[in-house]
């Protein structure tokens, strides 16, 4: 089934935490916990909810750093649905979404295996290892779209 994607605002702050709360595992993705850090998230970056028909089974989005640059802040699919192609999907088309920057660019946990494989076969390549990156203690994969 094709995948739908709908733009999101800080009135969609129960969706959006209620998939984070899906996904999260404590280690390697942490899920907003307060309405006031779902907001946040939802103004400072452009969000789209992943559907399948009517359904939400994920997240994907990217904050805008400035006109060249787009960082990828988050891409979440519901563990039912995981291994069907459909982060992959969402990727490919948030990539078609942000082509026209210069740079794009995301943060990953290093064992978050099955991302860092997806970014990696859509032109991601490791830029760098960041400890303690968002004050968790945990560190990140620093990756970058290596652009043509």
């Known amino acids: 089934m094709k995948l739908a994607y709908k733009r999101l605002t800080e009135k969609d702050w129960k969706t959006t935490t209620s ?3 899906a996904v999260a595992d404590g280690k390697v993705f942490k899920a907003f916990t307060k309405a006031s850090e779902a907001s946040e998230y939802l103004r400072k970056s452009v ?3 992943v559907l399948i028909g009517e359904k939400p089974i994920g997240t994907i989005s990217y904050e805008p750093k400035s006109q060249v640059h787009a ?3 988050s891409m979440t ?3 039912e649905y995981q291994g ?3 982060a992959s999907e969402s990727l490919e088309w948030l990539l078609t979404k942000i082509e026209d920057k210069k740079v ?3 943060v990953t946990h290093p064992q978050n295996s099955k991302a860092i494989c997806i970014y990696l076969e859509h032109g991601f390549m490791i830029e760098g290892w960041k400890d303690n990156y968002f004050g968790d203690g945990e560190p990140r994969l620093h990756l970058v779209l290596a652009k043509k």
Do not use: F, Q
Request: net charge negative; glycine share 6%.
């Open 77 to 79: 699919i519901l563990p």
């Open 19 to 21: 998939i984070e709360k």
């Open 104 to 106: 794009i660019d995301l």
């Open 71 to 73: 960082y990828i802040d």
């Open 47 to 49: 969000v789209y909810l």
């Open 84 to 86: 069907k192609g459909y």
